[in-house]
């Protein structure tokens, strides 16, 4: 091979190679620094309510079992429109219809039956956000004797969420540059300047539940409805990073 022709090959292969030396990354570095987790959390008294009714009805035909609810459901409506509720406190969270089967019993065939509809069972459900907890307790035995024959729970939250929030956001940031202050007394160097902060999803607000078995004895003409609320946690967690200056 010529000396011309070989100059061109080796030039025409550095031209090739160069893109994909480009595109190659170079190792990723570690993070620099003080890398600091802190969560912030606050317990704070609720004050709103949520309440999940309902209406359970059965109907040989999916007619009839429709037929049964739609009244039914009208007497909650009404019983939350009494016990003050704005309407847009109010909605229908659940329709369901559900048919029956039953299964055929056992015979001489050789082929198997298949299982056969009975009936119907129609399900609504309300979603009822009680603004003053003191009227959930009456609200829930208004629900009972109005025919509410499902109750899958309380919930209790929060109409302003964000102060909590950022009280808990608050609490974190401050124990960010207290631990780094601890990690770096105790190896001997200084806490630098802030390079980083990134708030990682923190769990969601602990919501405590009532007891509905309370509900039931209410249903059964027991005790008025008693509702305590207790407190709900919020929380705020914080990535922070922090420059390393000797001492």
Do not use: C, H
Not at 20 to 38: F, K, N
Not at 117 to 143: F, H, M, N, Q, S
Not at 190 to 211: D, H, N, T
């Amino acid at each position: 091979m010529s000396k011309t022709k070989k100059a061109l090959l080796i030039a025409a292969l550095a031209a090739l190679a160069a893109p994909v030396q480009a595109q190659s990354p170079g190792p990723l570095a570690p993070a620099e620094g003080i890398v600091i987790r802190t969560e912030g959390e606050v317990r704070v008294k609720p004050d709103l309510a949520t309440i999940q009714a309902g209406i359970v009805s059965e109907g040989k035909t999916a007619a009839e079992a429709l037929a049964k609810n739609t009244p039914a459901l009208a007497k909650l409506v009404e019983a939350v429109k009494a016990a003050g509720i704005a309407g847009g406190d109010v909605r229908t969270s659940q329709v369901m219809l559900i048919p029956r089967m039953t299964q055929p019993s056992a015979s001489s065939s050789p082929q198997p039956r298949a299982p056969k509809i009975d009936g119907y069972e129609a399900r609504t459900g309300l979603t009822v956000i009680v603004r003053d907890i003191t009227k959930a307790g009456p609200l829930i035995d208004a629900l009972a004797a109005a025919g509410a024959n499902e109750m899958s729970g309380i919930m209790f939250g929060l109409a302003d969420e964000d102060t909590a929030k950022d009280a808990a956001r608050q609490k974190a940031a401050e124990a960010a540059r207290a631990r780094a202050s601890l990690y770096a007394e105790k190896l001997g160097v200084k806490v630098g300047e802030l390079v980083s902060i990134v708030e990682a999803e923190a769990e969601a607000p602990s919501r405590p539940m009532g007891e509905m078995r309370a509900y039931r004895m209410a249903a059964a003409g027991g005790a008025p409805m008693a509702v305590e609320p207790g407190e709900i946690t919020v929380s705020a967690t914080l990535r922070t990073v922090w420059r390393i200056e000797k001492q």
